[in-house]
């Protein structure tokens, strides 16, 4: 169990244990949530990856993305078609 004294202004100084767990570096935000009537702190960056993920679950397959290498040649296929809409009007 990790302590922290709040401060007059409500700060605290996060336990440096936590801090490596949370994987929490020096200008990172931290969130806090409310969950079973606890409050939870998280990285807020992990808690946004986490969102971008579900929001994104079921694309892949969609897609008909199966594995890594199907990924790289639609991002090379719509880079092509970009820079063919791009250079277009230059012919």
């Given at each position: 169990m990790e302590l922290a004294k709040v401060t007059v202004r409500?700060?605290?100084?996060?336990?440096?244990?936590?801090?490596?767990?949370?994987?929490?570096?020096?200008?990172?935000?931290?969130?806090?949530?409310?969950?079973?009537?606890?409050?939870?702190?998280?990285?807020?960056?992990?808690?946004?990856?986490?969102?971008?993920?579900?929001?994104?679950?079921?694309?892949?397959?969609?897609?008909?993305?199966?594995?890594?290498?199907?990924?790289?040649?639609?991002?090379?296929?719509?880079?092509?078609?970009?820079?063919?809409?791009?250079?277009?009007?230059?012919?």
């Amino acid at each position: 169990m990790e302590l922290a004294k709040v401060t007059v202004r409500g700060q605290i100084t996060i336990p440096k244990e936590i801090r490596k767990k949370l994987n929490i570096k020096d200008g990172d935000k931290v969130v806090f949530l409310e969950e079973n009537g606890k409050i939870i702190i998280e990285n807020s960056a992990m808690v946004a990856l986490r969102e971008v993920q579900y929001a994104f679950k079921g694309e892949a397959e969609r897609l008909g993305l199966k594995n890594e290498q199907d990924l790289v040649d639609m991002v090379k296929e719509v880079r092509r078609e970009m820079w063919k809409e791009s250079h277009a009007d230059h012919d």
